[in-house]
Every structure is written in structure tokens, then in C-alpha cells.
């Protein structure tokens, strides 16, 4: 990717180190981390829903610290991540205003190191990057780029742009109403319908991944060069279901997808990155994903 000419996103909250808000006192557990990524992977179920309730008992006896202020840091993955931002904000706003006819409130993204306070409960870095509507803002660990590289072996500037920019696909659903209605509907369901509406959720937020991508590209011709296509559409493979519980428990489990398979993240990515146009993310209204 070219950013050169990408201005820095003003919205990014840096806690590591003790830049911001930490973790403070107590952290939660590595069993209570498990149970959370196994909830996640193959219930369906938010894990920062049970991060939540770890932090809760916690949160007495753990003091807050103070956020501090300073100049933003000059790290280049640090500078990489407000560009990307700051290509999402423009780039949503100007789809926003042009075909939707209203306004874009851009996320805050927060980085930090190995666990953060946030409105949906404690955040640990074993969740991986992830969304928060309570708070509107996307929760990262740069040391999650480490891993996508050595262990999901996705490698690659727009591999890792691709992430955040499916989680601020998370939040043009929470502007558009459309994470209400699925919490809502989820609800009223049993287990296997509603990780089904899950996985609609998180291929349409791929698929609003590659509408930027693609709207981004049409306003500056020289941000996507030879081969970034490839990345994102890797790291999509990578992160898929099926390969993640072919990994972790040696067989695949249909019924517990929550986020899709690695062909269908493929394909709604790769559709939002062909045409630009929020109005084929609707995932919810397809036959077949």
C-alpha cells in the first residue's frame, strides 16, 4: 500500500505502556480467556460478554489509572494504523454523505498492550482485534499483526489494513442500525440460528472491508499497489471457521461457524472490493453466502 500521501487519522487513543488507560490492578486468567475464545469460536457468543463479567469482579479492587497525555507515538506501525483510519474516515464519509444522505461518526481505534479497560467488559489481547458499539471503538493489540503473519501466515500491509477495516465495518453496521436488529433477533433465537445471523454479520462487515478498499483506490489511484488484493483475500482465508477449528480441534463443526467459512469470507470480501457499493453487502438478504 502507498500512505504517503494518507493523512493520520486524529482519532486513535495509544494505551501502551501506560500511555492511556491500563488494565490496572488484576488481569483476568488465562482459563477465563480460553473459555472466552472457545465461547466465541464455536457458540457464538460475544466474548467480550464474558470478559465483561471477569472485569465486573474485578473492578473493585482494581484502581483505574489515569490517562496521560503526550504527542502521539512515531512508531511506523503506530503511523500505519492512523493512516489506514484515517483512509476508512474519509472514505466513509464521502459514502456516507453521497448514498446514504447523512453523516459519518468515524470510530476511535485504542491501542494497547495485553489488556484494556473498554465499555463491553475487559479486553484482553487473546481476543484479537474487536469492536466495541458501547463505546464505538475498535480495540487493537499491535502484537496481533505477529500473529496473523506466523501462524495464520497472512503477511502483508493490506493484510493488516483489512483487519481494521473489518472492524470499522462492525461500526458502519452499529451507525446503520444493523447490529441493534441482529442483537435483538439473536435473542429470540436457538444457538445454531442465531450463530447463522452471525455469520452474516461478519461477511457483510467483510464485505463493507472491501467497499472501502475499492472506494479508496478510485480516490487515490496509488494507494493499492501489485499484490495487496492477494493479501487481504489470504488473511480473509486465514481467519476462516473452518480452517480455525480444523486447527484448534482437528475437524470442523458447521453448526458453530460464527464468522463464516474461509471461502465465504473470500467471496464477500472480494464482493466489496469488485463493486464499491454498500448495497451489495446486504449478507442478510442473500440466498447463499
Given at each position: 500500500?502507498?500512505?504517503?500521501?494518507?493523512?493520520?487519522?486524529?482519532?486513535?487513543?495509544?494505551?501502551?505502556?501506560?500511555?492511556?488507560?491500563?488494565?490496572?490492578?488484576?488481569?483476568?486468567?488465562?482459563?477465563?480467556?480460553?473459555?472466552?475464545?472457545?465461547?466465541?469460536?464455536?457458540?457464538?457468543?460475544?466474548?467480550?460478554?464474558?470478559?465483561?463479567?471477569?472485569?465486573?469482579?474485578?473492578?473493585?479492587?482494581?484502581?483505574?489509572?489515569?490517562?496521560?497525555?503526550?504527542?502521539?507515538?512515531?512508531?511506523?506501525?503506530?503511523?500505519?494504523?492512523?493512516?489506514?483510519?484515517?483512509?476508512?474516515?474519509?472514505?466513509?464519509?464521502?459514502?456516507?454523505?453521497?448514498?446514504?444522505?447523512?453523516?459519518?461518526?468515524?470510530?476511535?481505534?485504542?491501542?494497547?498492550?495485553?489488556?484494556?479497560q473498554t465499555a463491553c467488559g475487559m479486553g484482553q489481547s487473546a481476543m484479537g482485534p474487536f469492536y466495541?458499539?458501547?463505546?464505538?471503538?475498535?480495540?487493537?493489540?499491535?502484537?496481533?499483526?505477529?500473529?496473523?503473519?506466523?501462524?495464520?501466515?497472512?503477511?502483508?500491509?493490506?493484510?493488516?489494513?483489512?483487519?481494521?477495516?473489518?472492524?470499522?465495518?462492525?461500526?458502519?453496521?452499529?451507525?446503520?442500525?444493523?447490529?441493534?436488529?441482529?442483537?435483538?433477533?439473536?435473542?429470540?433465537?436457538?444457538?445454531?440460528?442465531?450463530?447463522?445471523?452471525?455469520?452474516?454479520?461478519?461477511?457483510?462487515?467483510?464485505?463493507?472491508?472491501?467497499?472501502?478498499?475499492?472506494?479508496?483506490?478510485?480516490?487515490?489511484?496509488?494507494?493499492?499497489?501489485?499484490?495487496?488484493?492477494?493479501?487481504?483475500?489470504?488473511?480473509?482465508?486465514?481467519?476462516?471457521?473452518?480452517?480455525?477449528?480444523?486447527?484448534?480441534?482437528?475437524?470442523?463443526?458447521?453448526?458453530?461457524?460464527?464468522?463464516?467459512?474461509?471461502?465465504?469470507?473470500?467471496?464477500?470480501?472480494?464482493?466489496?472490493?469488485?463493486?464499491?457499493?454498500?448495497?451489495?453487502?446486504?449478507?442478510?438478504?442473500?440466498?447463499?453466502?
Amino acid at each position: 500500500m502507498r500512505l504517503d500521501d494518507e493523512a493520520e487519522s486524529q482519532h486513535v487513543e495509544d494505551r501502551r505502556g501506560g500511555r492511556g488507560f491500563g488494565a490496572g490492578g488484576k488481569t483476568i486468567g488465562i482459563g477465563t480467556i480460553l473459555v472466552a475464545l472457545a465461547a466465541s469460536y464455536f457458540f457464538g457468543i460475544d466474548p467480550t460478554v464474558i470478559m465483561q463479567g471477569a472485569s465486573v469482579l474485578q473492578q473493585s479492587e482494581a484502581p483505574q489509572q489515569q490517562a496521560t497525555q503526550g504527542p502521539p507515538a512515531t512508531d511506523p506501525m503506530s503511523v500505519f494504523v492512523r493512516k489506514v483510519l484515517g483512509s476508512t474516515e474519509r472514505t466513509w464519509s464521502r459514502l456516507f454523505e453521497t448514498e446514504l444522505n447523512r453523516r459519518y461518526e468515524p470510530p476511535t481505534l485504542v491501542l494497547f498492550t495485553g489488556a484494556t479497560q473498554t465499555a463491553c467488559g475487559m479486553g484482553q489481547s487473546a481476543m484479537g482485534p474487536f469492536y466495541c458499539p458501547a463505546d464505538q471503538k475498535v480495540y487493537i493489540d499491535l502484537a496481533f499483526y505477529d500473529e496473523l503473519r506466523k501462524r495464520f501466515g497472512a503477511a502483508g500491509d493490506f493484510a493488516q489494513a483489512y483487519v481494521i477495516a473489518h472492524e470499522v465495518g462492525h461500526h458502519v453496521q452499529h451507525l446503520l442500525g444493523v447490529a441493534d436488529k441482529v442483537d435483538s433477533a439473536r435473542r429470540r433465537m436457538g444457538e445454531a440460528q442465531a450463530n447463522q445471523l452471525s455469520v452474516r454479520m461478519e461477511l457483510q462487515a467483510d464485505c463493507l472491508a472491501g467497499v472501502w478498499a475499492a472506494a479508496a483506490q478510485r480516490a487515490n489511484q496509488q494507494l493499492l499497489e501489485p499484490g495487496d488484493i492477494e493479501e487481504g483475500l489470504q488473511a480473509a482465508a486465514a481467519i476462516g471457521d473452518d480452517r480455525l477449528q480444523r486447527q484448534s480441534q482437528g475437524y470442523v463443526v458447521p453448526e458453530a461457524f460464527t464468522h463464516g467459512t474461509s471461502e465465504q469470507r473470500v467471496r464477500w470480501l472480494r464482493r466489496g472490493l469488485e463493486s464499491a457499493d454498500i448495497g451489495r453487502c446486504d449478507a442478510f438478504a442473500a440466498r447463499q453466502l
